[in-house]
C-alpha cells in the first residue's frame, strides 16, 4: 500500500498533522499512459513519501498502443476497448505511485512505421496546434501551481511523435504559464522555477547492467541495443537516489499490464542489481530561474524549503532565467 498524498506517513506527519510547510510541488508530463512509470517514477514516489506533492499529466489516453504483453493479447475485452483498459490501468498505477493524475485530454498519434512512413492521423497530438496544447497544459499548470516540472528532451528522448510533441508543449507551457499576458483565459500566472528532461535511458547505465550481468555469467538482453547505439550521450545534471523506491516503480509499470511483457527486457535485470549498480533516476536540468549546483541530486534543490517562500517566488515579478541549456532537435 502506497503512502498517501495527504501525508499521513509517519516521517512527514506531526500530532498536529501534515508539515505542509514542506509539501513542494512537482508536475511530471508524459506522452502516454506507462510513460510516468517508465520514466522518474521511483524518484515520484520517494517525492511523494517525503510529503510533496505530485501530479503526473498525461497528454494522450495511448488509444492507439499496442497490446506489448503476449499473454494478452488475444483477450477479447482488451481488444475491444483498449483506451478504457489503459484508463483502468492508469488509475491502478497512480494508486501505486501515490501520484495525482490529470489526462490533458489529447488522442494518441500512434508510432508511425513503413517506408516512406505514413501520415499522421487526423486530430492526433502531434497534430494538434501549439497554441492549442500549449494552453490546455497553461491551465493544468496554473491550477496545480509546480514548483518543479519534468519532460522529455527535444528528441523526445524516444522518436515517437507524442513525445516529441510533449517536448514542446512542455517547454512552451513552461514559459508561458508566468506571463500574465499569455493564455489570460486559462488562470492567474504561475511561473514554474526549474524544467528537467528525463535521462533515465542513458548508454552509461544501460553498459552498467550489461557488465552486471556479464559478471553474473547471465545472458544480458542489451548486446545488439549497446551495438547499435546511435543516441548522443546527455548532460546529467541531477542524480536522485531512488534506489528503495525501485519495487514502488516495477509495480505501477507491472499495472500496465497491457504495455509491459513481464518477462521482457525491462524485467531482465534483477531488482537487487539495479539497486547496486545504478542507484539513481537521472536528470538533465533544462531551464531554471533558480541556479542548477554542480552535482545535483534533488529536483528541488535550490529552491526555498518552506512552501510560502517557493510560492512567493513563483509569482514573483522579478524573475528571470539563470541556465538554459536548450538545444535544436536532431534533424
Ligand atoms: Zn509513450
Redesign the pocket.
Known sequence: MSASILGDDPETTTPKGPRVSERLRLMCV???P??ESSKGAATMAKYVDAGHEVLVVSCTG?ER?DVLNPRLQADAHIVRDLAQVRRDEMAAAREILGVHHTWLGFVDSGLPEGDPLPPLPPGCFALESLSVTTEALVREIRRFRPHVMTTYDENGG?P?P??VM?HDVSVSAFLAAGDPAAHPHAGPPWQPLKLYYNQTFSRARIEAFHDALTALEEESPYAEWLENWSRPDRTVTTRVECAAWFERRDAALLAHATQVDPDGTWFRVPRAVQQEVWPTEDFEAAISYVPIAEGEDDLFAGLPTDVGTADALATSPDLSIVHDTRTEREA
Open positions: 508524459h506522452a502516454h506507462d510513460d495511448g498502443g524516444y515517437h507524442d513525445h510533449c
